[in-house]
C-alpha cells in the first residue's frame, strides 16, 4: 500500500493511508480517528522507500469517518529527510 500508516487506538494496531504531510505534521483517513489532543505514535510508510518510519505526535484536528490531523513532536531523522523530497 503506497502511503501507509500504522497507530494503535485502544490494544488494536490500525492500517490507514495518509493523504498529506509536511514537516509539521500529517492527515491520516481512518474512519475512527482519535480523540484531539491524543499523543500517538506512528509507523510511516512512504512511496519511495518500503521501511516504516516511527514518528510521535498530537491529534490537532479529528473528523469522524473522514481522519485526523496530527502534528508530529518527533520524526524519525531520515522520514524528515523523505518528507523534505516531497516538498521540492
Known amino acids: 500500500m503506497v502511503n501507509e500508516v500504522f497507530f494503535r487506538a485502544g490494544q488494536q494496531e490500525v492500517r490507514a493511508c495518509w ?10 483517513q481512518t474512519m475512527n480517528p482519535l480523540a484531539v489532543g491524543s499523543q500517538v505514535r506512528l509507523k510511516i510508510r512512504f ?11 498530537l491529534v490537532r484536528h479529528s473528523l469522524s469517518s473522514v481522519g485526523m490531523g496530527i502534528e508530529f513532536t518527533h520524526v524519525h531523522p531520515k522520514a524528515k529527510r523523505l518528507i ?4 521540492i
Do not use: K, M, N, T
Open 47 to 57: 512511496e519511495a522507500d518500503p521501511s516504516l518510519y516511527l514518528a510521535v505526535g
Open 19 to 28: 493523504s498529506d504531510i509536511s514537516e509539521g505534521g500529517i492527515f491520516v
Open 84 to 87: 523534505a523530497a516531497l516538498a
